[in-house]
Nanobody, 120 residues
Framework: QVQLVESGGGLVQAGGSLRLSCTAS????????MGWYRQAPGKQREMVAH???????TYGDSVKGRFTISRDSAKSSVYLRMNSLTPEDTAVYYC??????????????WGPGTQVTVSS
């Protein structure tokens, strides 16, 4: 089992920035990637970004060029720097741990989520 805890969500004005953090514990050796997903009201959960143990990152089309994922393996943590936020980025952001095959991540574990709200 892998436990995930997110932090860093909140309310920000359009054009602003936020940094999300997620720390993993437990059997993290059983996964090869961590990532971020988000779900807005009435919409399906979508992949935001993920990063493998080797540092290879993949981004969703809607966040490319604005968001940056990074990890600190020593701290079993992954971060999401979000710049140029728009109201369309408003969602609950979930940290996930799982395995990446080619460029597709299959999440196995989820954090409880953290709310990000962008005001116009």
């Amino acid at each position: 089992q892998v436990q995930l805890v997110e932090s860093g969500g909140g309310l920000v004005q359009a054009g602003g920035s936020l940094r999300l953090s997620c720390t993993a514990s437990g059997s993290i050796f059983s996964v090869n990637a961590m990532g971020w997903y988000r779900q807005a009201p009435g919409k399906q959960r979508e992949m935001v970004a993920h990063i493998t143990n080797s540092g290879r990152s993949t981004y969703g089309d809607s966040v490319k060029g604005r968001f940056t994922i990074s990890r600190d393996s020593a701290k079993s943590s992954v971060y999401l720097r979000m710049n140029s936020l728009t109201p369309e980025d408003t969602a609950v952001y979930y940290c996930a741990a799982g395995n990446v095959y080619i460029t597709t991540m299959l999440p196995e574990y989820w954090g409880p989520g953290t709310q990000v709200t962008v005001s116009s």
